[in-house]
């Protein structure tokens, strides 16, 4: 099946300026904000500004500028924010109707500033 994306969603709003995040990094192909109903003492929602709707999407479609730029991103997050080096973090990305997505649009959770407990349940 092909990959779809919905651009009403609440991510691509974002990124077109229509409501605002609290940002913590911003390159040429990603953005770094504030979750907004934050997990943990520290939660940074980073997407990337293309259309992608899954980190599968984004794996498959996404040109390799935008995957290298992503990533650093996400390491240059880890180092504002103090969570590494340091005392770590989880990186989560939950995607379709079983990994219980909420905004189709792909984002990476980093979560940290405690012990995050168990990944999932059994
Ligand atoms: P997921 O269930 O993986 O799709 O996660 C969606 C995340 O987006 C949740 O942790 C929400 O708290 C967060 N969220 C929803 N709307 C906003 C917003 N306007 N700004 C920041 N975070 C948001």
Known sequence: ??????????????LR???PNKTVLETEHTLAFHDINPAAPVHVLLIPK??????????AEASADEIV??????ASVC??????PGEGYRAITNAGAHGMQE????HLHILGGKVMGPLIQR
């Open 1 to 14: 099946m092909a990959h779809t994306y919905d651009p009403t969603n609440i991510f691509a709003r974002i």
């Open 17 to 19: 300026g229509e409501i």
């Open 50 to 59: 293309g259309a992608y709707a899954t980190f599968d999407h984004f794996a």
């Open 69 to 74: 730029d992503f990533h650093r991103t996400a």
């Open 79 to 84: 180092a504002l924010l103090g969570i590494a």
């Open 103 to 106: 905004v189709p649009h792909y």
